[in-house]
């Protein structure tokens, strides 16, 4: 399990969340940050600081936002990042998702 960041983080990218993750898994796309799975060990401290509240533990995602379970763990594989071990090493990446470059928020 993991935590998951959801639409609300589209376009926000906060940061605060990746201030508080003490494992440094919480990457950034170009529209939004993504938690990597395989990195992420369940502490929770991102959830309570995310202003836009768009993180949540896997379990709980909200039923119209469960898309972003697996969108998370694809911008791994369509950025060749994989698990790196470590956003801080990596730095932002100009790419997300297919779903999430196409999203369009509701004005």
């Known amino acids: ?3 998951i960041i959801t639409s609300a983080c ?4 906060d940061r605060a969340c990746v201030d508080e993750c003490p494992v440094d898994c919480i990457y950034e796309g ?3 940050l993504y938690i990597q ?3 992420c060990v369940d502490c929770g401290a991102c959830e309570p600081v995310c202003p836009v509240e768009a993180i949540y533990y896997e379990d ?3 039923e119209e936002e469960t898309n ?3 969108l998370n763990a694809e911008f791994f594989e369509v950025t060749g990042l994989g698990s790196p071990g470590g ?3 990596t730095g932002p990446q100009d ?3 297919e779903f999430v470059t196409l999203f369009e928020k509701d004005s």
């Open 1 to 3: 399990m993991a935590y």
């Open 10 to 13: 589209i376009d926000e990218k």
């Open 30 to 32: 170009d529209r939004m």
């Open 37 to 39: 799975p395989d990195e």
């Open 60 to 62: 709980d995602v909200p």
């Open 68 to 70: 972003f379970i697996e």
């Open 87 to 89: 956003a801080a090493a």
């Open 95 to 97: 790419a997300d998702v």
